[in-house]
């Protein structure tokens, strides 16, 4: 019996084929948790920046509710001045109002320099936003792009393997057994190319017996790997 290395030739084809399907099908879900790895980080970008903004304002809220008790303070005190029964009373408040009046300013700069912050912030906010909004469109893309391959290497995935299994029929009984044995623990390296030199999976040198069995198409397969040999299609015995 003499084998039609042509056939092992487009087997392994088909078996490296449904590999390569097999790992662009595993490309695309990561792609996937790649930008929705993103998207969350934006996300926690935009929740600081909102929180940051938020405790910003309430500080500058509490100060400007301070800053109006310590106004309507010192209109009270100046509201007295003209019922103050001597001259000394009378410098006393006056001194204390210049004095409010002075802790009133510092106040009021304060206030001015957390609305300058609060500026700062909200561009901070709007900047978030924007980045954020920009991952989730590229999620969405990305998602999309890769549902769209998922569903196109499937298809492939499908007629390779049915045209894959119509081909296998070719191979008889008992090599085919050990042939499905190979697939199952090596996959596309259950077949291997030889130039009857070295196994093209492996490097093993062949022997002249090894050598002598591939010139007359036996069925041999690679002392060192243990796949199945076939000769390359350049090879004048091919
Ligand atoms: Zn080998």
């Known amino acids: 019996m003499s084998l039609d290395y042509g056939l092992l030739r487009t087997l392994h084809r088909m078996l490296r084929q449904l590999t390569?399907?097999?790992e662009r099908m595993e490309k695309g879900p990561r792609k996937v948790r790649i930008v929705a790895a993103n998207e969350a980080n934006f996300c926690k970008a935009l929740d600081e920046?909102?929180?940051s903004l938020l405790e910003m304002r309430k500080a500058s809220n509490a100060k400007q509710l301070q800053l109006n008790e310590r106004e309507a303070k010192v209109e009270?005190?100046?509201?007295?001045?003209?019922a103050c029964d001597s001259n000394k009373e009378f410098q006393l408040l006056k001194d204390r109002i210049a004095a409010d009046l002075q802790a009133n300013s510092v106040l009021q700069d304060e206030i001015l320099e957390q609305l300058e912050k609060i500026d700062v912030l909200t561009e901070g906010v709007d900047e978030a936003k924007k980045n954020h909004e920009k991952s989730q469109a590229e999620s969405k893309r990305v998602g999309d792009e890769v549902a769209l391959d998922l569903k196109a290497l499937a298809a492939e995935k499908e007629r390779v393997s049915s045209e894959l299994a119509e081909k296998e029929k070719e191979i008889s009984g008992d090599l085919l057994i050990q042939y499905r044995r190979l697939v199952t623990a090596k996959g596309e390296d259950a077949l291997g190319v030889t130039d009857t030199?070295?196994?093209g999976n492996c490097n093993q040198t062949l022997t002249p017996q090894t050598i002598n069995d591939l010139l007359m198409k036996q069925p041999v397969f690679c002392k060192g790997c243990g796949c199945?040999?076939?000769l390359s299609e350049s090879h004048p015995s091919a």
């Open 20 to 22: 390569d399907i097999g």
């Open 49 to 51: 920046a909102k929180a």
């Open 76 to 82: 009270d005190m100046k509201n007295k001045l003209n």
């Open 197 to 199: 030199e070295t196994c």
């Open 228 to 230: 199945w040999m076939y």
